[in-house]
């Protein structure tokens, strides 16, 4: 294990056969060994609410839940380790480590989600998901189902998608050997829904809906020391707006036929990463901070059945990314992004 020196116990050598000296180096590295890795072992954690702590012995968290809202804060405390690492052998790609809260309707945001670890050295490998990771998403915008009979039809527009919570997440004293992400803090907005299509079958025009508008990322704020990132892309940090609802399809048999516009993409949020004491090895990519906005959603098609003519909705306009900050503390470091 790199990074790690083993001292096993010292005997008086002069006084015990060879067999026996092995017999106590083997005992010892296998007891390192444990402390080390945990397999797929659960963490020992107590649940309060929306708070969550793990200390102990550690091995994965997984925080999940569907259900909040934007006026409450989910927070996951990892602290006090008694064991000196752990090793992933899930078979899925979740993370060791997750926090990951969402909203249960159409269009409504999540609640804000805080990580603190604060820990002395700590160890995680995975060959699968990041060591580390959290997630607040906003939920989609709603779909209609298409309007469609004699007369003027018009579709129902798509639901704007729901925004982005704010994240902020403090960690100390991590270290972590990933292929993938080794810690991945983000905040995204939903998709708004698509445009419902809107259907004339005779003596009146079809609009199709407009497209939802996509839902703004959180602020996210990141302050990571005394740790040490192998492999992988290392720290990841984001807030990405959600993609506008693509319009819908206007159709009508012997009048015109409109499309809907595209949704306009929703906004990325701004993003603040402080470090300190960061150590990247191993092909490691170090820090990737990004805020970028949703794509605009595409217009629809307008068609009359009868002369395959009609107008195309225009399409939305993609978000702007936020502001993006990353400075570095450590003496003689680098200043700030």
Same mark, same amino acid.
């Given at each position: ?9 010292? +005997? ?73 690492? +752990? ?7 979740? !993370? ?34 990041? @060591? ?25 527009? *798509? ?20 292929? !993938? ?60 707006? $959600? ?16 499309? @809907?516009?595209?949704?306009? *993409?929703?906004?990325? $949020? ?31 098609? %307008? ?17 702007? *990314? ?12 680098? %200043?700030?992004?």
């Amino acid at each position: 294990m790199s990074g790690f020196t083993f001292h096993f116990p010292y +005997f008086p050598t002069h006084r015990i056969d060879p067999t026996a000296r092995l017999r106590l180096a083997t005992v010892s590295f296998l007891a390192l060994s444990s402390a080390l890795t945990a397999g797929s072992a659960w963490a020992d954690c107590s649940t309060d609410g929306l708070a969550k702590t793990c200390s102990g012995t550690l091995g994965v968290v997984n925080f999940t839940d569907a259900s909040t809202t934007s006026d409450e804060t989910a927070s996951l405390t990892i602290e006090n380790a008694t064991n000196l690492g +752990f090793t992933n052998t899930q078979t899925n790609n979740n !993370a060791i480590w997750m926090l990951n809260v969402g909203a249960p309707e159409y269009s409504q945001a999540p609640a804000g989600a805080v990580l603190d670890i604060d820990l002395d050295g700590f160890l995680l490998v995975t060959n699968r998901g990041p @060591g580390a990771e959290v997630l607040s998403t906003g939920s989609v915008g709603q779909t209609h189902g298409k309007s469609k009979g004699s007369g003027k039809h018009e579709g129902k527009p *798509g639901g704007a998608g729901g925004a982005g919570g704010q994240v902020t997440a403090t960690i100390a004293g991590l270290n972590v050997n990933a292929a !993938a992400e080794a810690i991945l803090i983000s905040s995204s907005g939903a998709a708004g829904g698509d445009g419902a299509e809107g259907h004339s079958t005779g003596f009146g025009r079809g609009y199709g809906g407009d497209g939802g508008v996509g839902g703004d990322g959180g602020a996210v704020t990141v302050t990571l020391t005394d740790s040490a990132l192998s492999l992988g892309t290392g720290l990841v940090v984001e807030s990405t707006g $959600g993609n506008g609802g693509d319009g819908g399809v206007g159709m009508a048999a012997d009048y015109s036929a409109h499309g @809907g516009d595209g949704g306009n *993409g929703g906004q990325g $949020g701004d993003v603040i990463v402080q470090v300190a004491d960061l150590t990247s090895t191993n092909g490691n990519t170090g820090i990737v901070a990004v805020s970028h906005g949703g794509q605009g959603g595409e217009g629809g098609v %307008g068609e009359n059945t009868l002369t395959s003519t009609g107008d195309g909705g225009a399409g939305g306009v993609g978000g702007a *990314g936020g502001s993006v900050l990353v400075s570095n503390t450590t003496p003689g470091g680098t %200043g700030t992004l």
